[in-house]
């Protein structure tokens, strides 16, 4: 599914979704090296793993545990892997409904240049957007949701991208397509103010710089060309997007902008 490399090149991580499994790599001579399972119900265990990411500082890999590969079934946590001896260490549900809550957690990235560090989670089928906190003193992550995308008529999350300040985080959607844009300076406060109760603001609309019946018109030629798949419906155009001036500051860590197709 996912792969990442850490931070000398020297390791590759790949998730394996049909098997449960994620292989470690030697990045110089490109051999796998170990591969790293850890079963239910075991307290923590690795299912169905899609969305990985990696922070050296921490030595920390995580792990979404995503859908199984016919979509029969899916899951509805988080996976702390030590990432210099793969050793499952601890799995955490990412919902707030109860189990089994059928969240799906997909993509997964941690915000850059945030200290201490803090991850950005999309669940794909509940259609919130999660984050994970690092504690130093007790080496541990606390989960919190920080937006949820049903209010403004948006479903299955998907992709994670932060600009190169790191001061922006971007949010795609697949049901209808929107890109959701949101201040990322303080993505710490963000997190416990939402889990706090305090939502959002309304989105600010961005601006596209592309035509949207034009886009349409692609969707629908992929549509003829290839089997539809609902998971790659948020992946099949790259949106260039101009931000207005009114997007580019904000009073508080949770504003949000919007691109919708």
Partial sequence: EDLVVSE?????????????????????????VKTVSAAS????????????????GIDRLLVTSTVKPDMSEAGESVTVIEASTGTVLSTHKISSKPSPAKSAPVEIMFSPKTDPPVV??????????????W?????????????DFGPREQGMPLEVLYNAKGDRLFVTTAKPGSVNLYDN????????????????????????????ESLRRAFREQEDSQAACPYSLGMRMV????????????DNGCKI?????
């Fill in 8 to 32: 000398d090149n020297r390791t590759w991580f790949l998730t394996c979704m049909g098997s449960s499994n994620v292989i470690m790599g030697d990045a110089v001579t490109d051999r796998p």
């Fill in 41 to 56: 119900p075991a307290e923590a265990f690795i299912l169905y793993p899609h969305g990985i990411a990696i922070h050296n």
């Fill in 120 to 133: 950005h989670i999309t669940n794909m089928m509940e259609g919130t957007l999660w984050a994970g906190v």
């Fill in 135 to 147: 504690d130093p003193a007790s080496k541990t992550f606390s989960f919190h949701q920080v937006d």
């Fill in 185 to 212: 300076r303080d993505p710490r406060a963000a997190a416990e103010s939402f889990s706090a109760g305090h939502a959002a603001r309304e989105p600010v609309v961005l601006q596209v710089v592309l035509r949207v």
């Fill in 239 to 250: 949106l260039i997007i101009k931000l207005p001036e009114r997007a580019k500051s904000s």
């Fill in 257 to 261: 902008g919007r691109a919708h197709v």
